[in-house]
């Protein structure tokens, strides 16, 4: 893309005044919670340092030397400090604002002694504008993270126990994604919302402009090029802080649907997208940006995307790393998992209880993988809890509804947070909440509720199933239809597809999560079923279950766990080290195979 920056954290908001702050910081564990009283944040305790954005439980912080996760301690408040540069001339004409990208959980900043701001949650960005506490020169940066074992926060599948258990694997406390700062002019661009219209040739533009006055002398303009040529230019006077309005992509008489450059898996077009605040003819902002022309909806039990119908070969994704957990090691790290995903034939990922890095989401933009976004969950239901996590989500959800590889919201996971869903009502309720909030804001993608069993509304019927014979998963799902979608439990985790009071309205279907097949030689750690000793009894086990899904006609879809071991976990297609742990071309085979062999 144009405006493409390696490195760069935000890839679909782009300036180019900007500096990475990752790298030594000055380290402090507080598990006395002694920083605040003492006030590190004027004199920092220097006790260690750490390699920012990577959390003290990792080996790449330089501070866990064992990268066993069994050897992990935990510690719940943790300080950073670092020495910040800043341009006095800049400062004159800009505003400074610092950008986090992730910490876990609750953060607090300190600029030169003095309270930047704060922020709770692990997943969300953040960024506070300190324009008015640094100087020309030096200043000192504080950072103080508290996290918890409180299972009313949003983890996902971080532990809340001293030890790893089940799939829930060691905490990241702390800073764990990129830190950085920018120069922003003080007549700007904040925000903008990218709705892509294909059945209008259009795409819908909302701007949050930042400004001391709006009127006529204020405008945004709007220019899209493709692969370099020129498409379409607008300018929108910006009477208010947010406008919203709409720009043809196909312009031309002559043009139509056919002309316009959809994106899909299979051809990713993008289209460039700079963005010109002007305020009295003087170009004041610019940004860079792109988007994708793509539609995806539900229609009865199929899901379109671009007016067709989409098969997804999707694969559970949960972005961790043997030696930097939830942080990925480097930008080429997040490209390598996506190209060997479609390596094994899959169109898709499912990023399981995890917000990734975005530049992963850019990469997904740019090579056409289809992603489903998901919730890290909470483990209790409780008035903190459903409160931490709206908030959160719908902070997720509005940073990242412009990536078009995103083609499904799943804000719960498995009940996961909401245990008694599928009697209690106020659980039900939260989740029909959680629905319609999430459908206000974005009223185009579908949104899964509850992901795996005990749905209540959803616009997709998903369900997990580890079953390891391929003839009993084809007989259960061709044999038995009619009562798996009842509130008839359906498999051997004794759960049914819908919560009581809820009942199957001819939603598409599909299997979003089976196989787990547990495959290494150290016979070590799990999976789902009985391991496997070797590679042709795992290719055997892989085709038998993958082709029963795909001989089920009524289903338009799987999800296949998992991409990659994770500690404990080894029912990856890839080691820890992301080597393949089969052939990766006699996957691909059985998942692009048109039609699969009928089971005997």
């Known amino acids: 893309m ?4 390696k490195d760069y954290p935000r890839p679909q908001f782009v300036r180019k005044n900007w500096a990475n702050l990752n790298g030594v910081w000055d380290f402090s564990f507080d ?4 920083g ?35 050897t992990v301690d935990y510690h719940d408040t943790v300080w950073y400090h670092r020495k910040l540069s800043v341009d006095g001339k800049k400062l004159a004409e800009s505003k400074l604002l610092l950008h986090f990208e992730g910490s876990d959980f609750m953060t607090k900043v300190w600029v030169n002694g003095k309270l930047a701001g704060s922020h709770r949650g692990g997943y969300s960005r953040f960024s506070f504008d300190i324009s008015t506490i640094v100087s020309d020169g030096e200043n000192d940066v504080v950072v103080k993270v508290e996290d918890s074992c409180d299972a009313s926060q949003p983890r996902g599948k971080q532990r809340w126990k001293k030890e790893n258990f089940g799939c829930w694997y060691v905490q990241t406390t702390g800073i764990w994604k990129t830190v950085w700062m920018e120069y922003v002019p003080k007549v700007r661009l904040d925000r903008v919302k990218i709705t892509p219209l294909l059945d209008e040739q259009a795409v819908e533009l909302e701007f949050d402009v930042q400004a001391d006055h709006y009127g006529e002398e204020l405008s ?5 090029t493709f692969e370099g040529s020129f498409v379409n230019k607008g300018v929108f006077a910006i009477p208010s802080k947010r406008v919203i309005t709409k720009l043809k992509v196909a312009v031309a008489e002559k043009q139509d649907l056919h002309d316009i450059q959809t994106w899909s898996p299979e051809k990713p077009n993008l289209y460039d997208l700079e963005l010109r605040v002007i305020y009295r003819d003087k170009v004041c902002d610019e940004v860079g940006s792109y988007f994708g022309m793509r539609e995806i909806r539900i229609d009865k039990n199929n899901i ?9 070969r999707l694969i559970l994704d949960q972005g961790y790393w043997k030696d930097s957990h939830l942080t990925p090691p480097s930008e080429e790290a997040l490209i390598e998992d996506i190209d060997k995903i479609q390596r094994l034939g899959f169109n898709g990922l499912r990023k399981h209880q995890k917000i990734e890095d975005e530049r992963f989401l850019y990469w997904c933009d740019v090579k056409g993988m289809l992603v489903w976004s998901e919730a890290p969950a909470a483990y209790e239901f409780t008035d903190d809890a459903i409160e931490e996590f709206t908030r959160e989500w719908m902070e997720i959800v509005r940073q990242n509804y412009n990536h078009p590889c995103i083609i499904t919201w799943t804000p719960i996971n498995e009940s996961w947070g909401v245990p008694n869903v599928e009697t209690d009502i106020s659980q039900q309720r939260f989740t029909e909440a959680i629905y319609y909030i999430t459908k206000s804001f974005d009223q185009y993608r579908p ?20 079953e390891e014979s391929g003839l009993d998963f084809f007989k259960r799902y061709n044999e038995c239809k009619e009562q798996i979608l009842t509130t008839e439990v359906y498999h051997n985790k004794h759960k049914s597809a819908f919560a009581n009071g ?3 309205r001819g939603q598409p279907i599909i299997i979003s999560e089976y196989g787990g097949i547990a495959f290494d030689n150290d016979n070590r750690g799990w999976g789902y079923g009985n391991k496997v000793q070797s590679e042709e009894q795992f290719l055997t086990r ?15 879809g799987y999800c296949y766990t998992q991409v990659s071991d994770v500690q404990q976990e080894i029912n990856g297609l890839l080691d820890s080290d992301r080597n393949f742990k089969v052939d990766p071309e006699r996957i691909r085979e059985i998942n692009t195979r048109e039609t699969g062999y009928l089971l005997a």
């Open 2 to 5: 144009k405006n493409y920056i």
């Open 31 to 34: 598990d006395g919670k002694l």
């Open 36 to 70: 605040e009283t003492e006030k590190w944040y004027e004199i920092f305790p220097i006790d260690k340092t750490i390699l920012v954005p990577f959390t003290y439980e990792t080996k790449l912080s330089s501070i866990q030397e064992d990268a066993d996760y069994d």
């Open 220 to 224: 945004v303009e709007a220019v899209i």
């Open 304 to 312: 379109l995307l671009n007016g067709r119908p989409l098969y997804q």
């Open 447 to 466: 949104v899964i509720v509850n992901d795996g069993w005990e749905h209540t509304i959803s616009d997709i019927i998903t369900l997990h199933d580890y």
């Open 502 to 504: 809820y009942s199957y």
């Open 542 to 556: 892989f085709d038998e279950i993958t082709t029963a899904i795909k001989n089920t006609t009524y289903v338009c």
